[in-house]
Structures are given as C-alpha cells and as structure tokens.
C-alpha cells in the first residue's frame, strides 16, 4: 500500500480557496506517495484528524510566517501572512513531531517547521543581512538554480544528496535565524543563510529553502529528496 502525504497548501483571501501548484503533488506521486491536498481551514480539530489518516507531511511554500508567532514585531518589509494558515500548520508540526511521522519542509515550509519547534526568523534577508546574495531569483526559469549550497557532511541531507555541493534555485525574502532547539543547520548559502535543517533524532525530518518540486524532474539530486522522505514512510 502506498503511503498517504498530506500536503498544506496555499489560500487566496480575495477568491476564497486553497490551491497548490503541480510540482509538489507530482514529485510525491512519482517518487511512490499518494498526495492529499489539505485545504486551509481554522477548525482546531481539523488537524488532529488529519494526522490520524497520513503517513507524511509536505510543508509547502506560500506567504510570510506572521513574526507575532516568535515574538517579534512586523518590519517593514513584511509580506502578505495567513493566520489561520499559520496556526494549521504549527499544529500539524507539532503532532507530527509527538507522534513521529516524517516531514519534508520546503520554502516557507523550513520556516514554520523551525517557528513550530521554538526557532527565529529573518523576516527580510535584503535588509536584515549585510551581505547576502541575492535569494529571490525573479525571471529566471523556477527550475534552474542559481547559487550554490554547502551541505554538512554529517548528515542526512548529505547521505540523500551523495553530494557536499548542490545548486539550488531561490524563492524567498525570509529564512531561519535562531534554529529550534530540537533542529540543526545542515546546508548553508554562500553568504551564510541557513538553506536546511534536519530533526535531531526523529524518523525524518529535514527542511530545505529552496524549491526541489520545482527542479525534481530535471535534477536527481533533488529528486532524491522525494524519494527519501517518502521511503522512509
């Protein structure tokens, strides 16, 4: 039987509906997962049900994680946020993480997991860190990568990539500060921003920043990522 991976989605405040864009279902179809598609919703039991019924959970990327949830206030550079969508996914980390079910966070995915588990966030990389190449990647076809990564070689990262070296694409504006106390950094960018982070003694839990749906055909390596998270189901 193939294992079931809930997958969060997006949610369109002005049309109201969830979506979520094809790459990520079909990674997870191809790489052998059923893919369920969970809409945003504020019902506070919703999440305990959905745990009950996946064997996995796909953190996807979206909008900015409101800071109120790691006790800051909003800069100015601050995009648009989802409460109700925040406060799902925190809770379904949170349930994952007690009962052990495996979870892959990609993009803002890596941000809730680390905010869930008590971490920090940039909330605007441009202003916050002097220095930083540049992460938002604009016309640049989404599937090709344009800045490397250094991957830990004590890792799980490193053991599914086979490589300490990966180039990656660049979707983001904010990413991991202070790492959650239950987390560690396995991959960095060249200017020093946190681009992974993997669970410390869980089943698998491992978080990345860049977009491996949107490279997975075209990319083994990222590919990998798939197949990893969904075998260890």
């Given amino acids: ?30 790489a052998g997962g059923v893919p369920v598609i969970l809409p945003v919703t504020d019902d506070a039991e919703y999440p305990e049900d959905i ?11 979206g909008c900015d994680v409101d800071p109120a949830l790691y006790g800051e206030l909003p800069c100015r550079h601050l995009g648009m946020v989802s409460p109700e969508r925040d406060r799902m996914e925190i809770r379904l980390v949170k349930l994952c993480i007690e009962k052990d079910i495996p979870i892959l ?57 086979g490589n ?16 959650a106390p239950c987390l560690k950094a396995v991959a960095w960018s060249e200017d020093g921003v946190i681009e992974a ?12 920043q860049w977009h491996p749906e949107r490279m997975w055909s075209k990319s083994p390596e990222n590919f990998k990522i798939f197949k990893d998270f969904v075998g260890h189901i």
């Fill in 1 to 30: 039987m193939k294992p079931v991976i809930g997958l969060t989605s997006s949610y369109d405040y002005n049309k109201g509906y969830s979506y979520l864009k094809s790459g990520y279902y079909s990674a997870i179809s191809n």
């Fill in 51 to 61: 745990v009950e019924n996946i064997h996995g959970l796909l953190l996807t990327g």
């Fill in 105 to 161: 966070a990609i993009c803002r995915g890596i941000q809730v997991l680390n905010v869930a588990l008590g971490g920090t966030l940039y909330q605007d990389i441009p202003s916050q860190i002097d220095g930083a190449i540049m992460h938002e990647q604009g016309e640049i076809p989404t599937y090709y990568g344009i800045h490397s990564v250094r991957i830990d070689e004590n890792s799980l990262l490193y053991k599914v990539i």
């Fill in 164 to 179: 300490k070296n990966l180039i990656v694409n660049s979707f983001h504006h904010q990413s991991v500060k202070l790492v």
């Fill in 197 to 208: 982070v993997e669970g410390i003694g869980f089943k698998f839990v491992l978080g990345v």
